[in-house]
């Protein structure tokens, strides 16, 4: 026994003989593991998130998520928007009555007019602001030049001419209205662009009067006669209603002598030249591929002989019985 006395107070007894040699270095090694875990753990412990991080991270992405459903929502209340008005624009008949709310007496007071050329120009006359009146009667000019393509055998070729005439006649009723609306800019007319389709529509009823007779009576005399007396009148009431709006002789005579020119001239060229005008352009775009021609008034004689066989055998088969 190894004894060993510190103080009197104290003591410790150490048993040699039960200890192992090694007793020491398995100490060291537990030890040594022991350390070697511990900074183990250590670096494989990431610091813990405190309440202050976690609700940072929350935040930003809240925030985040936030500003990107708000703009989104901006976004699409945006487009609702734009696609509401242009539905409201386009849509709306409440836009355009006021230009079509109109009378049929009305209409016809309206038509008997435009024949009659007023007197007093010292004041300015009362236009009609409505589009019903005029938009019929070019929509008639249309349907009297088809007519007229027909009864004058004028040859069709690949349908009719629908689209020829309704430009034509669309386009004189918008061209020489904004010409005319223009150049009475310049003069200071007292004049609307509204009040200008509407005099010039109605203005159509003369012509419309002087080719529905003339396609179907085929007289050049009748139809000069026609010219200056209805289509004379129709003109004479358009130019005194502008020379009651305008001020100033020049002016007068520049708007107003255009005006009629214009209205006369293209009378003429809807009878003597359109047709040729149209029948030279569809051989022009047609060329020589051009399918058959067609006529649309005539029957072939096919069709006729075909018919013609057919009733005699009936009628014989039913002379048999």
Same mark, same amino acid.
């Given at each position: ?13 150490? %048993? ?11 100490? =060291? ?10 900074? =183990? ?20 992405? $809240? +925030? ?5 459903? %708000? ?25 355009? #009555? *006021? ?5 049929? @007496? ?6 008997? =007019? ?6 007093? @120009? ?8 409505? +589009? ?6 070019? &929509? ?18 690949? $349908? ?40 010039? !529509?109605?203005? /159509? &009823? ?25 289509? !004379? ?14 001020? $100033?002789?020049?002016? #007068? ?8 020119? /214009? ?28 399918? *058959?021609? #067609? ?27």
């Amino acid at each position: 026994m190894f004894l060993v006395n510190y103080t009197a107070s104290s003591s410790a007894v150490i %048993d040699m003989e039960n200890m192992d040699d090694t007793s020491g270095s398995s100490f =060291e090694d537990m030890g040594e593991m022991h350390q070697e875990l511990k900074e =183990e753990d250590d670096v494989g412990e990431e610091p813990a998130p405190t309440e202050e991080d976690d609700s940072a991270f929350l935040g930003v992405r $809240g +925030l985040k998520g936030q500003l990107g459903r %708000d703009v989104a929502d901006q976004v699409w209340q945006a487009g609702k928007r734009q696609a509401s008005k242009a539905f409201n624009l386009y849509g709306n008949i409440d836009i355009l #009555r *006021p230009y079509f709310d109109v009378e049929p @007496i009305q209409v016809r007071n309206r038509l008997l =007019e435009s024949l009659i050329p007023i007197r007093a @120009i010292s004041f300015p006359q009362k236009v009609a602001g409505e +589009l019903y009146g005029p938009l019929m009667l070019v &929509f008639t000019l249309v349907a009297i030049l088809l007519h007229g393509m027909k009864t004058s055998g004028t040859v069709i070729r690949e $349908g009719t001419l629908m689209g020829t005439a309704i430009g034509t006649c669309f386009g004189y009723w918008l061209g020489v209205s904004s010409f005319v609306y223009f150049l009475g800019y310049l003069c200071n007319a007292q004049i609307t662009m509204l009040q200008m389709l509407s005099l010039l !529509g109605y203005g /159509l &009823f003369g012509p419309c009067i002087v080719l529905l007779v003339t396609y179907n009576v085929h007289l050049h005399s009748l139809f000069y006669l026609l010219w200056l007396i209805v289509g !004379g009148l129709s003109t004479l009431r358009m130019v005194t209603v502008l020379l009651s709006r305008t001020v $100033g002789q020049t002016q #007068r005579l520049a708007v107003c002598g255009m005006l009629a020119t /214009l209205h006369m001239v293209f009378l003429l060229y809807l009878h003597f030249a359109y047709h040729r005008i149209v029948e030279g352009i569809l051989d022009t775009l047609e060329g020589p591929n051009a399918g *058959p021609v #067609r006529y649309p008034r005539d029957i072939p004689e096919l069709s006729v002989t075909l018919l013609n066989n057919t009733v005699k055998s009936i009628g014989a088969s039913l002379q048999m019985h």
